[in-house]
């Protein structure tokens, strides 16, 4: 298993572009999770799909950020326009439904490293 | 609500042992322990389901106490390799739509 896989790895761009992410999550998991780290606040959940269907974006940081999930094998996070404040770690996680597996562990993809200007 | 972790970080020699601990507000279902070193991604290391079960990898094991609403990861003889950020995730249902919430993270150092 190729395990999650994120693009770009590395996103430099300047304040006011649109910046998207992408993320393809282990196949047959079917709950997505799209995080933001940073040093000041952490590992931050920002927004999860179960199902392709988004459950809680509470923690989407303002309108400039949505996500999409436009089936069960790709992912989307786009911000637009982008600020510096954005910069940070943008790491997307998938996991399997309760009952299919043993074992419900996360798996987090590489991470894009995302640097506005 | 975010888990409190404790402590925010610690130095070790190499051979000493840690505790790091993951303290709740609500009653949990579940325990996830993570590792992340510098630059990668979190790795996942075990979970821990409500029964007070005590789960063990290589020198690292772990506990979790339902009624205090506790985790302790145990690093035992600690080695350079165990450096890196520990984060824990606790999920408060198995109907909670999957989601784990994670705390702040213990950064652990090991020096030769």
């Known amino acids: 298993d190729a395990g999650v896989i994120q693009s770009p790895r590395h996103e430099v761009t300047e304040m006011g572009q649109e910046v998207t992410l992408r993320c393809k999550p282990i196949s047959g998991h079917n709950s997505l999770f799209w995080y933001r780290q940073t040093m000041m606040r952490g590992l931050e959940l920002l927004i999860y799909?179960?199902?392709?269907?988004?459950?809680?974006d509470s923690g989407m940081p303002e309108d400039r950020f949505s996500a999409k999930m436009p089936n069960a094998s790709f992912s989307t996070l786009k911000i637009q326009p982008s600020e510096p404040r954005d910069s940070a770690v943008y790491f997307c996680?998938?996991?399997?439904?309760?009952?299919?597996?043993?074992?419900?562990?996360?798996?987090f993809g590489p991470g894009t490293r995302l640097t506005v200007l | 609500q975010q888990p409190v972790q404790s402590p925010q970080a610690v130095i070790l020699r190499e051979g000493e042992d840690a505790v790091i601990n993951c303290s709740s507000s609500k009653a949990l279902y579940s325990v996830h322990w993570y590792r992340q070193k510098h630059g990668e991604a979190p790795v996942f290391l075990m979970i821990?389901?409500?029964?007070?079960e005590q789960k063990g990898h290589d020198k690292i094991s772990a506990s979790f106490n339902e009624k205090k609403q506790q985790s302790s990861l145990y690093l035992t003889a600690s080695q350079l390799s165990y450096s890196g950020t520990y984060f824990c995730g606790t999920e408060i249902s198995r109907n909670a739509g999957n989601m784990l919430t994670f705390g702040g993270g213990t950064r652990l150092m090991v020096k030769p």
């Open positions: 821990l389901l409500k029964g007070g």
């Open positions: 996680a998938s996991r399997a439904t309760w009952g299919q597996h043993s074992y419900n562990e996360q798996f």
């Open positions: 799909f179960n199902n392709n269907v988004p459950i809680d």
